[in-house]
């Protein structure tokens, strides 16, 4: 701050009443109350809750929370990858390539997901062997779920990263072929990695969704975390406490997502800002020091 | 004398029905400064776009160091030049913006070094090396590691020039480098342009700052319209202007 010389002394901070929020604390009260009946409800219900705490550590269970997990992941890295080429496809300039890259994000978007799975799931019934190779025994339910996740992700990724290269501004690219940089460095180089400020968060927001609209897999008999609930639950007849379980687990991936994702998101907003923002570790440690930061939050 | 940097005859080029650019002659010879005076809309810029093949001749001829832009003549026959082609035409074609086009994502040092090391190849401790040397010759020496946002509008200009120096080029190109400055600033802009026409840099510049035109000019072309209306020495067009709409242009600016 500039300030002139002699000033004389600081006036006084202003001392004022904060304006008061009386409805806040009545609307607490009542989402408290309605919070204990739901759990009194659930709690007084015949509901075992034993046994949902008992099959989370259980080995299928777990073991079908990492198939979640994987299929999610590599469904998701797939997704991205054709995301990014059928979005670069559709700017293409040679009309055969946008013609492709439209063809494929109107039918893999235009169509259920769940259908899609079914249909790599039989592909045998069309195509009985590829390539001089089974099919059935090529397209186990990991390689069925893979393609059938992974290539309807790919659609929607593809409209996403779309909109990421157009956020750009158009004075990059100018900058950039002025120094003499071909199409394919610059788009690498210079467009995709700002683009990708605009195209993380969705993209997260994609995941989370693949984690759990991967639980569609267990039509094909892919033995993720729901089907590995239901195949006990069959047994047991214990459906509601195994969803519960199966529910607990989705909650787990979904909330460790999160985390992850908020420091992705802080990872590629370098440039975009002059300093970067507090993770909310560094928060509370200047918290800790500093004491209280003073002034209400609003 | 020798072939010219630039030269133009009869330069068209519409965008849809409407015409920018109407018959542009115009030459650049080796190591001068040319300043592009006119008002808005007269097709200062998009001659300046057409030099460096951002945007295509319609028609006439526009030649950079004695080769075609955008074409490669064969006998009588014109063939559209190839997009890797055209990138490395543009290599030797230093362009600088009026909104200074820095890469935010890259520090000051990481703009300029990025051209010479995936274009040219060089490698990279000699790129950052030369990058220091002309962040240092823009008087920039202390921000090598900043990013375009820590920067002010003057700071990041002049890491533009340097930027588009990396790439050693035969001509220097600068829309409007000053127009988006704040007034104070304009002058640390103004001269790192001074030293590289004192260094024999070849300079087009489209400028509204006719100090800078009439003591650093080789020669000044007023355009209007679309065409060129008077073109030769500062003194002559901004001295003695001998067309109506070139006088009633200087009267209103200065």
Redesign the interface.
């Known amino acids: 701050m500039t300030v002139t010389a002699d000033t004389g002394p600081a006036p006084e901070a202003l001392v004022a009443v904060p304006v008061r929020h009386p409805w806040r604390w009545v609307s607490a009260v009542v989402v408290l109350v309605l919070l204990g009946l739901l759990v009194r409800a659930f709690s007084t219900s015949s509901i075992q809750w034993g046994t949902t705490r008992h099959y989370l550590t259980f080995g299928t269970i777990v073991s079908g929370a990492g198939k979640t997990l994987l299929i999610s992941v590599v469904a998701q890295a797939l997704g991205v990858a054709l995301g990014v080429l059928f979005a670069v496809g559709r700017q293409s300039r040679n009309p055969v390539t946008s013609g492709v890259s439209w063809l494929y994000i109107w039918f893999f978007r235009g169509t259920p997901v769940l259908l899609q799975l079914l249909l790599w799931y039989n592909l045998a019934l069309v195509f009985p062997t590829i390539a001089g190779q089974d099919t059935n025994a090529l397209m186990t339910p990991f390689i069925a779920a893979l393609l059938g996740l992974g290539i309807n992700e790919g659609a929607y990724m593809a409209e996403i990263v779309r909109a990421g290269l157009g956020s750009v501004?158009e004075?990059?690219t100018?900058?950039?072929?002025?120094?003499?940089?071909?199409?394919g460095?610059v788009l690498r180089?210079?467009v995709l990695?700002?683009a990708m400020r605009v195209i993380v968060p969705p993209t997260g927001n994609e995941f989370v969704n693949m984690l759990k609209t991967s639980s569609l897999a267990y039509a094909i008999q892919y033995g993720e975390v729901l089907r590995a609930a239901t195949n006990i639950s069959s047994a047991n007849l214990q459906v509601v406490e195994l969803l519960f379980t199966a529910a607990v687990w989705y909650l787990i991936l979904t909330s460790a997502f999160s985390v992850v994702q908020y420091y992705v998101e802080r990872r590629f907003s370098?440039?975009?800002?002059?300093s970067l923002p507090d993770t909310p570790l560094q928060r509370i440690r200047a918290n800790l020091v500093f004491g209280r930061p003073s002034g209400r939050s609003a | 004398m020798s072939t010219p940097m630039v030269l133009a005859e009869q330069v068209h080029k519409s965008f849809g029905r409407i015409e920018v650019l109407k018959g542009i002659d115009l030459a650049v010879e080796p190591g001068t400064v040319c300043c592009l005076l006119g008002p808005s809309g007269s097709g200062k810029s998009t001659f300046l776009r057409c030099i460096?093949h951002?945007e295509k001749v319609d028609a006439g001829r526009l030649s950079v160091d004695g080769e075609l832009v955008g074409y490669r003549q064969e006998g009588d026959k014109l063939y559209e030049l190839k997009?890797?082609e055209t990138?490395?035409?543009?290599?030797?074609?230093?362009?600088v913006?009026q909104?200074f086009?820095?890469?935010?994502?890259?520090t000051a040092l990481g703009n300029i070094v990025?051209?010479p090391v995936?274009?040219k190849g060089i490698s990279k401790k000699d790129a950052a090396e030369q990058a220091r040397a002309l962040l240092d010759r823009v008087g920039l020496a202390d921000k090598v590691d900043a990013?375009?946002?820590?920067l002010s509008g003057g700071q990041q200009q002049r890491v533009?020039i340097a930027?588009?120096l990396a790439?050693q080029p035969k001509l220097m190109l600068f829309d409007e480098p000053t127009s988006a400055l704040d007034p104070e600033l304009v002058g640390e802009v103004l001269d790192v342009m001074r030293s590289l026409a004192r260094d024999g840099m070849t300079m087009v510049v489209v400028t509204h700052e006719m100090t800078f035109a009439r003591e650093v000019g080789d020669t000044v072309v007023f355009m209007d319209g679309g065409v060129v209306v008077e073109a030769g020495t500062p003194a002559d067009v901004l001295g003695n202007p001998q067309q109506e709409r070139t006088r009633t242009f200087l009267g209103k600016v200065t």
């Open positions: 501004d004075g990059q100018e900058a950039a072929q002025a120094l003499g940089m071909p199409r460095l180089r210079i990695p700002q370098r440039g975009a800002s002059r | 460096n951002l997009e890797s990138a490395g035409k543009r290599a030797e074609i230093g362009m913006f909104r086009n820095l890469f935010p994502h890259m990025e051209a995936r274009v990013y375009p946002a820590q533009a930027r588009a790439m």
